[in-house]
């Protein structure tokens, strides 16, 4: 199996040079392959050999690769490719982000919400109380902290629950909670764009091309509802489960977690400042228009950088809240980061007149959907990230459909309810193991298996795509 997966690595490296190498003769010698302009023809080879690489390949050195190669484009240079990738306020803002949550992971702040939930009288009150309520804790910590993190942290506190019900591996009943865990992380990550890359890399495309923002609460509007709603049948799913056996739950990893002491809380109470600068403006700017406008204007990454200041400065028994060194080091994922200052630019690149792309586009794709009606073209915007998230990669997904839909511009289909469709759907990767390294671990694990994951999976997929075009749109045609 490994020697399989090095086999189709070299193969799609070479294929990846070949169109490497016909696009620098083309711009080089002028070959005019297909009567494209040369800038716009190296732009496509640098785009289809990113997707290739990514998928199949890798994701770090391909995104080097790609930021470099657009920076060889006569139209675009080294400087403005460097200030697209690096330093677009999306970068700094993840980064930032990154960093902030590593702090609030390093407290028990996690196992704290864990503890209450879990002993709530919903949690108490039956075997499906309790499943449904460690969902909700699931689904609460997802919704602002990012999937991978969250899963790592849950993944113990799944083996533990389902040792006491006495489950074994090929139990029905452990992989459809298992399956209901890490679905439950998806909706959460599709729910906000706090923390999670997709929906953000979603709104910077929709930003870069039009010089207007999706604004954190406007997304939220969409994203929540459609969530829960898509949670409610997951709650419906869990029906299923086998509850005979679910009683008297003690969870040993969340006992003894002492009370609160004035570390944490500062910590604790500085993040959830930072999401409240995301928000609150937005939210008073009838009341105080000045104060909201001043915080709206300062972007994104605002928050997280402020923030993460305050935690450098702070210092409790001599000790800062925060060590930027290991932060750097271990709490930022830096191949996704890569990734998306590479899609980031690659999505300006595309949309930029002067390269050529968007008219080859629109000449010879426009027609095909000039005739449909919007949702139509909605439904078929959802369905196509909706799958491409499941058996490629959230990141390729959302940069590739967010920039062909911002290319085409279809007429009289609100662009930012299905751009924000598209960030949300490209969240729910829950089928196959190369979608999500949470589902890759579940797998792996045993306690579930490709087959129940595509089988459960593709019920999800149909679900959220409906819910997608004919709910989230009609609010974000309202929203927006």
């Given at each position: ?44 080879c ?61 407290t028990?702040?996690l ?31 997802s ?17 533990e ?97 002492g ?15 930072m999401i ?116 490629t ?23 930012a ?19 999500m390294?949470?589902?890759?671990v579940?797998?792996g ?14 019920i ?21």
């Amino acid at each position: 199996m490994k020697q399989n997966k090095n086999n189709s690595k070299i193969v799609f490296s070479v294929i990846a040079l070949l169109i490497y190498l016909i696009a620098w003769g083309n711009l080089l010698f002028n070959w005019n392959v297909f009567s494209i302009p040369s800038d716009a023809f190296s732009t496509i080879c640098i785009f289809v050999t990113s997707i290739l690489l990514w998928i199949f390949v890798a994701t770090d050195w391909p995104s080097l690769l790609a930021i470099l190669s657009i920076g060889i484009l006569p139209k675009i240079g080294f400087n403005s490719a460097l200030q697209g990738s690096f330093g677009n306020t999306t970068f700094v803002f993840l980064l930032f982000t990154f960093i902030v949550t590593y702090a609030l992971n390093q407290t028990m702040f996690l196992k704290r919400v864990s503890y209450v939930l879990l002993n709530s009288k919903l949690a108490k009150s039956s075997g499906y109380g309790f499943i449904a309520s460690f969902l909700l804790v699931v689904l609460f910590i997802s919704s602002i902290m990012s999937p991978t993190v969250i899963f790592m942290f849950l993944f113990p506190l799944y083996e533990e629950l389902v040792h006491q019900f006495g489950w074994k591996k090929g139990d029905k009943s452990a992989s459809r909670l298992l399956f209901a865990l890490f679905t439950t992380i998806a909706i959460g990550t599709a729910m906000t764009p706090i923390n999670h890359v997709f929906s953000v890399t979603a709104m910077s495309i929709f930003k870069a091309s039009t010089n207007t923002e999706i604004t954190n609460l406007q997304y939220m509007i969409l994203g929540i509802p459609s969530g829960l709603i898509l949670f409610g049948f997951l709650l419906l799913f869990i029906r299923k489960i086998d509850f005979s056996n679910i009683k008297n739950v003690s969870l040993e990893s969340l006992k003894n977690i002492g009370k609160m002491e004035k570390r944490e809380k500062i910590i604790v109470s500085i993040f959830f400042t930072m999401i409240g600068l995301w928000i609150v403006p937005e939210m008073f700017m009838s009341v105080f228009p000045n104060f909201a406008k001043t915080i709206k204007g300062m972007g994104l990454a605002f928050p997280p950088l402020l923030v993460t200041i305050i935690l450098l400065i702070i210092k409790i028994d001599d000790k800062p809240l925060l060590n930027i060194s290991e932060a750097i080091t271990k709490g930022v994922h830096w191949p996704s980061l890569l990734l998306v200052a590479a899609t980031l630019l690659l999505g300006s690149t595309i949309s930029n007149k002067e390269i050529g792309v968007v008219q080859i586009i629109q000449d010879n794709v426009t027609p095909l959907i000039k005739n449909l009606s919007p949702m139509i073209i909605v439904f078929i915007f959802a369905t196509i990230a909706g799958l491409s998230t499941n058996f490629t990669s959230n990141l390729v997904t959302v940069s590739f459909v967010s920039t062909i839909l911002m290319t085409l511009k279809p007429f009289g289909v609100n662009l930012a309810s299905v751009i924000s469709i598209i960030g949300f759907a490209s969240s729910l990767a829950m089928m196959t193991a190369p979608s999500m390294p949470y589902v890759a671990v579940s797998i792996g694990s045993e306690w579930t298996n490709s087959k129940d994951c595509i089988k459960f999976g593709g019920i999800f997929l149909v679900i959220s795509t409906l819910i997608l075009t004919f709910i989230t749109y009609q609010i974000g045609v309202v929203v927006f």
